[in-house]
């Protein structure tokens, strides 16, 4: 069992270093160095050509969207952009890389020296350093078998999915985070959180962490109160929630703290972060940038961003995520911490997204953040991912609003989407859903629910009309909750007078 330190105590002896690695995949059409299909969720070994299975002879070719949008991604992030970067091989043998080299950038990145200030729970704005934001193309799929968790500890075999390799993909490496204290596990997900909004807002990634889109790779060191010198880190890898890398960290700095104090030396390793826990397990020794043997790539030129092009791109961003918030605050007179609630919960988008369908704030609010965030804890995801657009809860919202469908039917429509039954219209359709509108059948059934509760009937005519609930509830019950309470409401006061 591995110790831990009191994160108190850790916190009195020791201050934490992180660094981020964010390794977000574009959405281009095709693949950063081929015209193979970059789409996620294809067949295995579908989306793979020549070139991204690097057989002899195949020669890569820029794709210029995923230029642009590295430019998109490094603007938005306050970087300089550099008017010449290239593209240089980073040497290892891994199974997950076909050719046993990735194509990326080393020490001429497109995007360099920026920043991106984050709001924490409180409220506080914490700036969080970009040393570089660079262009690669990400690697294969490994899914490995016959061991306890899926991955490559205990496993007898792995299995390679080539359809990954190639699909271009942004590093965006941070620079030391420090004198973050107490607040570090907090900086590194706010950082994410930030990050993962304004890719999703610049157009350019569904940074979905759990198809493995938006990936964070988090370092941490600890070194003693009082010096400068930083500690050895170790780098966890492929964190796929923004709780995981919250968590993360917080464990880390405990861990580290307890080997430093029974006089152990950490070593500069990577981590597998443990969801089931939130712990981290040993991975394998961490390189340095010489054993990957950097060289530049020979089959491809220097990428040129002409200053005019620049400006050209700087003029197609849409407006920030830190822009947008303010301005909707405002329009919506949300206070401070109701804000900080609809981020920390990962709805605001999804309540923006779904306003801009039709529905009204108020509206949106309610479900993302109480039916729907219920619903997403149930399925253990993160809200963005339940299988359920913001137009189709719009689509929901509207239905209610024109009297075809009551709160409850809705909540029933909500769930067919979420079975993957269809859209909203469909899977209406398919359990018949929609509100009665058949007032005779309607006034049969509250007729039946009269006679069948006299004592009720009583306490209405006798003017306490709370007791007409019972009589609701009946018919609701006897239509299958599809008869529209109001008009069951204003038959039992034209019944019972």
């Known amino acids: 069992m591995t110790d831990l330190m009191d994160y108190d105590e850790v916190l009195s002896k020791f201050d934490p270093v992180m660094g981020m ?13 081929s ?6 969720g294809a067949e295995p070994n579908s989306n793979v050509d020549p070139v991204s299975l690097g057989l002899p002879g195949a020669l890569p070719v820029v794709n210029a969207k995923g230029v642009e949008w590295a430019i998109k991604i490094g603007l938005a992030l306050n970087c ?23 194509i990326s950038q080393y020490d001429e990145p497109i995007a360099y020296d920026g920043y991106l200030d984050v709001v924490l729970d409180d409220g506080e704005t914490w700036r969080v350093e970009i040393e570089r934001a660079h262009m690669e193309e990400d690697t294969a799929k490994l899914t490995h078998l ?52 304004l ?21 941490l060191s600890l070194r003693p109160i009082g010096t400068k010198e930083f500690g050895t880190r170790t780098e966890t890898k492929n964190i ?19 080997a430093i104090e029974n006089g152990e030396e950490i070593v500069q390793e990577t981590r597998h972060y443990q969801e089931a826990d939130g712990s981290t397990s040993k991975g394998r020794p961490k390189e340095t940038a010489e054993d990957y043997r950097y060289f530049n790539d020979p089959d491809l030129p220097p990428v040129i961003a002409p200053r005019e092009w620049v400006e050209e791109i700087r003029a ?24 900080r609630d609809l981020v920390n919960a990962g709805a605001l988008e999804l309540i923006i997204e779904t306003t801009e369908a039709g529905a009204t704030p108020d509206e949106a609010r309610s479900w993302w953040v109480s039916y729907l965030a219920q619903k997403a804890k149930e399925h253990g995801v993160e809200l963005d991912a339940l299988a359920i657009t913001p137009a189709q809860v719009a689509r929901v919202a509207a239905l209610i609003k024109e009297g075809k469908l009551t709160n409850k039917l809705g909540r029933q429509a909500v769930d067919g989407v979420l ?16 509100v009665m509108q058949d007032d005779g059948a309607v006034a049969k059934a509250v007729d039946e629910a009269l006679a069948a509760n006299p004592d009720v009937v009583e306490k209405i005519k006798g003017g306490n009309m709370k007791a007409a609930g019972a009589i609701v509830g009946a018919v609701m019950k006897a239509t299958r909750g599809k008869a529209d309470p109001a008009t069951v409401n204003k038959l039992i006061a034209e019944k019972c007078r």
């Open 316 to 339: 197609t961003l849409p407006e920030l995520p830190w822009i947008r918030k303010a301005r909707i605050q405002k329009e919506w007179g949300l206070k401070d911490a109701e804000m």
């Open 199 to 219: 890719v999703k807002a610049l157009g350019v990634s569904d940074a979905r962490m759990d198809q493995g889109s938006m990936r964070v790779d988090s370092n």
């Open 21 to 33: 690695e964010v390794h977000v995949e574009l959405a281009t059409e095709t693949k950063m160095f």
């Open 146 to 197: 016959g061991g306890a968790d899926g991955r490559i500890s205990g496993a007898t075999s792995s299995l390679v999915d080539a359809n990954r390799a190639g699909v271009p993909l942004i590093e965006i490496v941070t620079k030391p985070i420090e004198g973050a204290g107490e607040r570090a596990p907090e900086v590194a997900r706010a950082y994410v959180t930030a990050l993962r909004e």
């Open 35 to 40: 015209a193979s299909s970059a789409h996620f």
């Open 240 to 258: 796929n929630s923004l709780k995981s890398v919250e968590q993360a960290v917080r464990y880390e700095m405990m861990r580290q703290a307890a």
């Open 419 to 434: 079975a993957g039954e269809g859209d909203v219209d469909d899977v209406v359709a398919k359990r018949g859903l929609e």
């Open 80 to 102: 300089t952009i550099a008017e010449s970067s290239r593209f240089a091989r980073k040497n290892y043998f891994y199974p997950d890389q076909p050719k046993n080299y990735q």
